[in-house]
């Protein structure tokens, strides 16, 4: 340790330089190896066996009726959760930052179960509690469209709350209070100055909110039983579709779900940005 | 006079709000508990009501004890492989200039993006023994990927890839870099500054990304359940064991299973809660801002030299 301290102090003074060269590249290049051979490599395989059959093939397996049904439930719920999600997430951050209440600190850790339970937990949880059997005995909540919500809301909980708490944590209480001051109405001061500050926050979580949803796949397998055409999302589908020997197809539908969950992320980067320029 | 203005302009809100508190306050509570502790709870209820024997026997069993073995060793190859990745692209990421910056970031996502299962129909078409990019050739070597432990471990590995990288970065932004200049001016080697200087100051953002990514990997499903043939006391962990239980009508041996994973979960959920504890105490001190908020104490100064005016 001494020897290295000598060694270097000997050299000439140039800090800057050592950051720039040698150690510092070797460990971008393991980094960006590291990443293409765990992940780039593994997509890209997928895409290139989706267009293996050709374009054609390609679309026959994407527009095969079950992968269509599939497709749009898993869009349309994903949708759904978000927009849920939004509300629900928002109030409750609100209420975890602004309001006082005994317990609060419990309530907050609480929160990040749904990052903590393993997927098939959650699943199985649901189905315990609105399945057939289930303690509240909801009927056919279980093996429904409704069902795959309540799935998919449970997981996706977490997003849009940790994405905004820190936000209205940093928020000034002095602007809502000038804005009362000069009689706005609670409804008001949220509208005009609450929510413009937290756009961007809420529409972050709801981005990784969607993506979440999209890909879905533990906690569904239980409590949507999978039936085609009526709970079978395109997680579901490309699972029999590998079951079944039909790794073409599988890879074409990944695809198409694959673009929706970046493409949407990448919009959502997009519209977030310019929020926050328009907000600064 | 500006004491009295925040007075009554937070009477104000108080007053108009009251009832929109309250209102805002169950509504928030109740849908935390109806979506979160009345069905967690519900499992422990579930799981030992034919009595703690049966739910005992479920999770004691060979299968279930190779099951949890499996998991633990998932979690145990794959995270400290996940960390120090985890940190040295962060170091890249937030301490280097290059051109494909923003993409490298970008990509490392990825894995948040994409579903599970399409994960594991990746390793599948690489590592497939017929008909993977590399499957023949590791397979002609005697190397099996996928129906094994590996492949197991490369999904495991796939899923958990972002989260250290996710927590480090904005702690990197925030101490910025100029201890480690000094350190590298007094003459210490990068080898140095990074163990005496840079891993210090990041190891509560290091232990939550660890954290976060353990939880993941104890309860990846679709990943493995794809890459692994969930083959019964051979490569089946916790989750794939739980919903074969489950599928085989042994409903409160899945219960107990799902005992097994939650207590496990709730663990690594007390583990977060103490972290952030430790975060914020060390956030605390001196330097309190995150990034956005480092405007707000410039505005407090300005607005203590002009209030004498």
């Known amino acids: ?280 | 006079m500006a004491v009295s203005a925040t007075d009554s302009g937070a009477r104000n809100i108080v007053d108009g709000g009251r009832a929109a508190r309250y209102g805002l306050r169950t509504v928030a509570l109740g849908y935390l508990g109806l979506l979160l502790v009345i069905p967690v709870a519900l499992i422990f209820y579930k799981a030992f009501e034919d009595g703690f024997a049966v739910a005992w026997e479920a999770v004691t069993t060979p299968e279930a004890q190779h099951a949890i073995y499996l998991t633990v060793l998932m979690v145990v190859i794959s995270i400290p492989i996940t960390t120090v990745f985890g940190i040295a692209a962060a170091l890249v990421i937030v301490r280097q200039r290059f051109r494909g910056r923003a993409l490298l970031n970008a990509a490392i996502d990825m894995p948040f993006a994409i579903s599970p299962v399409v994960i594991g129909l990746s390793l599948v078409l690489l590592y497939g023994s017929r008909d993977g990019w590399f499957g023949q050739d590791l397979a002609a070597a005697g190397i099996e990927v996928i129906f094994t432990p590996v492949g197991m471990a490369l999904a495991t590995m796939f899923v958990a890839l972002p989260f250290v990288v996710r927590e480090v970065i904005p702690v990197l932004q925030e101490i910025g870099d100029d201890q480690e200049q000094a350190a590298s001016t007094l003459g210490a080697g990068p080898w140095q500054t990074f163990w005496r200087i840079t891993l210090p100051s990041i190891r509560w953002g290091v232990t939550y990304g660890v954290v976060l990514a353990t939880a993941r990997a104890l309860g990846e499903f679709g990943a493995v359940a794809v890459v692994s043939g969930r083959i019964s006391g051979s490569t089946e962990t916790m989750p794939l064991y739980l919903r074969r239980l489950f599928d085989t009508f042994n409903v409160s041996g899945a219960y107990a299973a799902a005992v097994v994973l939650a207590l496990l979960a709730l663990t690594v959920l007390f583990a977060m809660n103490f972290i952030q504890r430790r975060d914020r105490a060390i956030l605390a001190g001196p330097s309190v801002a995150t990034e956005p908020g480092a405007v707000v104490p410039h505005l407090d100064v300005t607005d203590d030299k002009e209030n004498p005016r």
Request: glycine fraction near 10%.
């Open chain 1, 1 to 280: 340790m001494s020897q290295g301290a000598v060694a270097t102090a000997k050299a000439p003074p140039r800090p800057g330089h050592r950051l720039g060269l040698g150690g510092p590249g070797l460990t971008r290049g393991l980094v960006v190896g590291y990443l293409s051979l765990m992940v780039l490599l593994p997509v890209a395989a997928v895409a290139a066996t989706s267009l293996e059959g050709g374009i054609g093939a390609f679309w026959d397996a994407v527009s095969a009726p079950q992968a269509v049904a599939a497709l749009k439930l898993t869009v349309i719920s994903s949708l759904i959760v978000v927009a849920i999600n939004v509300v629900f997430g928002t109030a409750i951050a609100w209420v975890l930052v602004r309001d006082q209440f005994p317990g609060k600190r419990f309530v907050n850790s609480l929160v990040d179960l749904p990052f903590a339970l393993p997927t098939i937990v959650a699943g199985l949880v649901l189905l315990a509690l609105y399945g057939e059997t289930g303690i509240l005995g909801i009927e056919g909540i279980s093996f429904t469209r409704v069902g795959v919500v309540m799935a998919l809301l449970f997981v996706t909980l977490p997003f849009v709350i940790r994405s905004v708490q820190p936000v209205l944590l940093e928020l000034d209480a002095e602007m809502e209070e000038a804005a009362a001051s000069l009689g706005a109405r609670p409804l008001t001061i949220f509208r005009r100055i609450v929510l413009p500050n937290l756009a961007p926050a809420i529409v972050a979580g709801a981005a990784l909110a969607f993506a979440r949803s999209v890909g879905e796949f533990g906690s569904l397998v239980l409590i949507s039983g999978n039936i085609p055409f009526e709970t079978e999302v395109s997680s579901v589908y490309i699972f029999g579709q590998i079951e079944s020997g039909n790794t073409e197809s599988a890879a074409a539908v990944s695809v198409v779900l694959l673009a929706i969950s970046v493409g949407m992320l990448f919009l959502i980067n997009l519209l977030g940005r310019r929020m926050l320029r328009h907000g600064s």
